[in-house]
């Protein structure tokens, strides 16, 4: 690749970066392009460089910021050596994840957007899913019903954060992160002892 080559595909994903952490923090249909743009230290006439249209640069940022996750749910399950399925559920409801929707869980912030966006944020936000199922069940995989309780657990990981950051009451945001933590926790406390 060469150098003008490799220094478009920088731009490119700079703004992928800043789009993906906009449309977290305050939803698909607030940043407009010349606000990107120039956030990025782009002018608006560039855009068209490196993207079709507003709504191919949404789609594209939003497959950014879905697939963004992978790697951060995965180093939250090393964090707990002994407990992988632990760490994660503790890192996921910290409430420093629930205070930083810009770069949390885009499964979060996204989820009304995929359900009423296009094909594309469809395929992108059901590709995350099966990706985080296939990690949550992974710590699992000697349960018969892994990939069941994944769905449970997920499901009440994305609604827990989704709930803490939308209620105006701090302390009764902080009893939802804690208490789902606790009840996720127990369930695979008792899981590990059922087992032995």
Known sequence: MGHSQAEKAATRERVLRITSRKIRAEGVTRPGIAELMNEAGLTHGGFY?????????????????????????????????????????????????????????????????AARGGQDVKEAYEKQVRTYLDLIAGLDDDREDARADAMVTLSALVGAVLMARAVDDPEFSDELLETVTARLSRHTSHDTDAAT
């Open 49 to 113: 460089k490196h993207f079709r249209s507003r709504d191919d640069l949404i789609t594209q940022a939003a497959a950014f910021a879905l697939a963004e996750g992978t790697s951060k749910m995965e180093r939250s399950a090393r964090k707990n050596e002994e407990d992988p399925r632990a760490g994660l559920i503790e890192a996921y409801l910290a409430k420093q994840h629930r205070d930083a929707p810009a770069t949390g869980c885009a499964l979060v912030t996204l989820g009304a957007a």
